[in-house]
């Protein structure tokens, strides 16, 4: 499989890659997206343009994802199944490409119960696993999932999302295994502060050789303050933050909390380059798109390469 994806080129030319994150506005003011993108300009191989997330109200990932592609950017055109029938997705994967956008991510969605309409009805008509596979046949066979051929069939480069922390752990490598059997071309981690539990899940992903069916993307996030230490590690379902970091992030004035958030983010990508499997870093700078390069220098990420 080839598709016209920068990532998947960065990827298979043996670099590793880089991914960062953009959020659409919660209004119709799209030089918001312009404005951050500018930000990951040349920065980055692949911007995700977030798809409703946390269930809350946004400008579509759609529309973003066109406005990032005018830019000159690469966006990662995410998809969730919370919120469309297998007919909308498809409707809009065809929309994507028609548009040049070559590179997806596979959603399930946070529950509408986490966002500002509880009272909206979850769809998952069809779940992530099921729409990885649903894509991959629409690029591989030219085929809608109800069987018709396709004219034209999109050639997604297709991410899927794995979260090492969630419980029950065990079962962490296992549904991985899932999404990659299902088509899934690469995986974006959550964001990890726990680097010991993840290498504990890389070791099964490697014995199982998952590691070479897929690329791995490791999810990393820097903390603004204590207080987004603290709310990470107590608020936000299926994050694994140590105690030793909010520690860390303590013992340092309030004015230096913010430095010291991206030097830990900076030592863990350090650490995380040597692990065995990890073929990239998706850099989930949420409102703080302007640090991201700051990160890419000093861990050594930069000049993105050329492919």
């Not at 043996?14 to 930000?39: I, M, Q, W």
């Not at 502060?193 to 070479?212: A, P, S, Y």
């Amino acid at each position: 499989m080839k598709t016209e994806s920068r990532l998947e080129k960065v990827l298979a030319a043996g670099h590793l890659a880089v991914t960062s994150e953009c959020g659409p506005p919660r209004g119709t003011n799209f030089d918001e997206v312009v404005r951050k993108s500018k930000y990951l300009e040349g920065i980055v191989d692949a911007v995700n343009v977030t798809d409703n997330q946390t269930a809350m109200v946004r400008m579509s990932s759609l529309a973003a994802s066109i406005i990032i592609k005018q830019q000159g950017l690469n966006p990662l055109f995410q998809v969730t199944c919370r919120d469309r029938n297998r007919l909308a997705m498809q409707a809009d994967i065809l929309g994507a490409y028609a548009f040049g956008i070559d590179t997806m991510l596979c959603l399930s969605g946070d529950h509408t119960k986490f966002g500002d309409h509880p009272m909206a009805m979850n769809v998952h008509d069809i779940d992530s696993i099921q729409m990885i596979q649903m894509v991959k046949d629409m690029r591989d066979k030219g085929l809608f999932q109800g069987g018709a051929d396709i004219k034209g069939p999109p050639k997604m480069f297709i991410g899927a999302a794995a979260n090492p922390f969630a419980d029950p752990f065990e079962l962490r490598v296992m549904r991985l295994a899932k999404k990659i059997a299902a088509g899934a071309d690469f995986i974006q981690t959550q964001c990890i502060f726990n680097v010991d539990k993840f290498e504990k899940w890389m070791e099964g992903v490697r014995e199982k050789g998952l590691h070479k069916k897929c690329y791995i993307l490791a999810g990393v996030t820097p903390c603004k303050s204590l207080g987004a230490a603290r709310y990470m590690a107590n608020r936000v379902p299926g994050m694994d933050v140590p105690q030793e970091i909010v520690d860390r992030m303590a013992s340092v004035p309030k004015e230096k909390q913010a430095e010291e958030g991206l030097t830990i983010c900076v030592e863990t990508i350090e650490r995380l380059k040597k692990i065995e499997g990890v073929a990239g870093f998706h850099i989930m700078a949420i409102e703080w798109e302007e640090k991201v390069e700051e990160i890419c220098e000093r861990a050594g990420l930069l000049p993105r390469p050329q492919v």
